[in-house]
């Protein structure tokens, strides 16, 4: 682990969509690998309408362990659960991750060592095991993304971050173009705000199982209508003069 100059207490944050199989095993290794070792620290789970077990499992966690349980009583979408989350979170960082054990929670302390050099850290999911035509994905998205907006970037959407509070403060009170492939969109807004983006090279495996964010018969429709709000999405980010965030 690298040396830290603080155990500033982080608010975790998964989101969950019936993940009953693997929720319980990814709670532990949170508790185990993250929040026992800084104090203070909180899990919030944004869970969006379950119908799996996984309010079951959360509720257990609530009352023992005093879990933060976010969620509504209608279906809100993967980018207002996430939205509402982090608008909840206290401590001076967040740390995002996506669930479905493809990420390594050891990795959370490469990016918790670097985390007062920048406004958002990304886990560069360079280690992966996931299906080829996802990586070809990925590093295509990428490339569109630099090249249309005209900026340095990484994996913009990888979902193993830590942002700043300050920072999600100012996004998650704007108007989001997006509902899917929200971080890469996070990742510009933190860009065009005046924050500093730092990387940090993670290990990403296939999840068992289909995917519940992005299934595979889903992906390209969802690409497509992301690329189609680009226009938008440069409009609003060029149109608006943002404060410089103290880094």
Known sequence: MTNLPSNDPVSVIITVYNEADTLENEILNIHNKILSKLPGSELIIAEDGSTDGTQEIISKYVRDWGVIHSTAAQRKGYAKALNDAMKIAKNPYIFFSDTGSKFD??????????RDKYSLIIGVR????DK???RFLTLAYNFVLKKYFNI??????????IYKN????KICNEEWVNTSLIGSELTLRTIFSGGNVGYAAVTYKQRAG???????????????????NFP?????????????LIR
């Open 166 to 169: 300050a920072l999600i403060n």
């Open 210 to 228: 289909v995917s519940r964010g992005l299934p595979p018969q889903k992906i390209f429709e969802v690409i497509i209508d992301v690329l189609k």
């Open 152 to 161: 340095y970037l990484e994996d913009s959407d990888s979902g193993f971050r």
């Open 105 to 114: 929670f050891d990795d959370f302390w490469k990016l918790y060592g670097i």
């Open 232 to 244: 938008e999405l440069k409009r609003v980010l060029s149109s608006v003069t943002y404060p410089k």
């Open 126 to 129: 360079s280690k992966r095991s």
């Open 132 to 134: 080829l035509y996802r």
